[in-house]
């Protein structure tokens, strides 16, 4: 039987023993790391991009630079093979109308650079959007399994721009008044 592990916000986990992790995403986003050969993977859960100021100190692996190179180097004293580690990344919802900080969109883009930046290949990812996931990584395969969750206020402005299309077409099926000077 798997060990299953949760992690949240600030949080990272690796393993050589095979594990299912798993975490819920909303604007973060989570790199699943997994290198092929030793069968070593983890998973961490990013808040900001970036890096921790280390004057003014929190949990370092809420952010990006930090929670990175706190998984890889966690993947490589396991054994793991920095050159061969492939990538999976999710999260970097926008959940909140009208709060358009992009902080889902800044983390997003900061792990592909990371990403790029590192040679390190990106499997597949699932990034930005208006859902929540719930995803659960599986460290002996490399497979990612994904639940998405509706984010509540989108599905009500969604049912609200469904209502005024409605009100807009039944007013263009109706014959204009015509006014004669």
Do not use: W
Not at 62 to 70: K, S, T
Request: charged fraction near 25%.
């Amino acid at each position: 039987m798997k060990r299953e592990v949760s992690i949240h916000i600030g949080e990272y986990y690796a393993s050589r023993m095979p594990t299912v992790i798993g975490t819920l995403l909303g604007s973060c986003v989570a790199v699943c790391l997994f290198d092929p050969m030793t069968k070593i993977g983890g998973m961490n859960h990013i808040l900001l991009p970036g890096k921790a100021d280390m004057r003014r100190f929190d949990a370092q692996a809420r952010y990006g630079i930090n929670a990175m190179e706190l998984l890889i180097n966690r993947i490589m004293n396991l054994g793991g093979n920095r050159r061969l580690l492939v990538a999976k990344t999710f999260g970097g919802a926008h959940l909140l109308p009208g709060l358009s900080n992009g902080m889902g969109r800044r983390i997003s883009t900061f792990v592909l650079d990371f990403m790029r930046n590192e040679s390190i290949r990106i499997a597949s990812q699932d990034l930005g959007g208006h859902e929540s996931r719930r995803i659960y990584f599986h460290t002996a395969t490399g497979d990612v399994f994904l639940k998405r969750i509706r984010s509540r206020y989108y599905s009500g402005v969604a049912f609200q721009e469904k209502k005024m299309i409605g009100r807009v077409r039944r007013r263009m099926e109706k014959p204009a008044k015509i006014n004669f000077f």
